[in-house]
């Protein structure tokens, strides 16, 4: 099995490279969708990815295949600030949306030559959303970026359940071009040493500034896992409606089928048993040290129950 991925990242390398000069889609016409690992993007990327012609351009940001982005010195959740320059990163950003950085690992969705004639460019990233703000002011998407929030708790349970995950929890002192909120809640921050405090805190950091921001839901389109779960064709129709773009009858087709990342046994048909697992993964000593820190980064959008919680 190895040899057998060996190869198929050696072609897909290959082709790639073929492909990049021939790939140039405009920016600005980018679909982008901006979520958490492990926070239900890759479900909604599929059921997107029914649109015809487009074709997906899987998580540019993931450090380890992205040297445009490690030689600018980006942590794996780097934060901009709104107002910044950075000509650099912008131009890595522009050449990333027109396809120029095209490699094995982000083709891996959507084939090399899908590129080339594809007429929508869907971009998934799970771990821009501080860079939200900074992104849609650089760039000015003509259709907004699709911003998906899930319950930090169940992003974490899901973490934790990840192979992937539970040797390489980025820690909470990391030193970034931009700290942001990392310094002013440094003290608090070094109090937290289990790995889900500090994945729960990592969410806080990284989703308060999408979420506080006062164009959230008007500059880009936010939607909650839980609902697009409850709720799936109605949430899928305000996105489609807000892009202007007819709602693929194939999207609806498979809106139960579970996600190519899924670990585990899934619950797809059960809804209210999906979205509360993580109850039973966290102790109510562990629930209850975590909403702590909700209650610390004043994140009131969810508490201990499943459901989002609605404000007047």
Known sequence: MAT????RHFLLEKASRVCRPLIRHDPTQSLVLFTEPRGGGT?????????PGSAVLW???HLRHAPAFQALGFSWRQYIPENTLWPDARLIFEQTFQGRLLNAW???????????IANELIVKFSRANAMLPWLTREFEFRRPPVYLVRHPFAVAASQLHHPAWRKHIVPLDVKE??????DLHADFLSTLKKPEEILVAQWCLTNSIPLRHPENNKRWVTVHYERLMQQPETELRRIFDRWS????PSSLDIIRKP???TVGPSDSNNIERQLSRWKSFFTSRQIASLMGILEHFEITS?????DVIQHR
């Open 59 to 61: 998580e540019p940001l």
């Open 43 to 51: 479900w909604l990327t599929e059921l997107i990815s029914e649109i």
């Open 302 to 306: 969810y508490g201990r129950d499943i």
């Open 259 to 261: 996600s190519v990342t």
């Open 245 to 248: 773009l007819p709602l693929p």
């Open 4 to 7: 057998k991925h060996r190869l």
């Open 177 to 182: 071009r931009f700290p942001g909120l990392r």
């Open 106 to 116: 982000n083709c891996g969705i959507s084939s090399p030559w899908k590129f080339i």
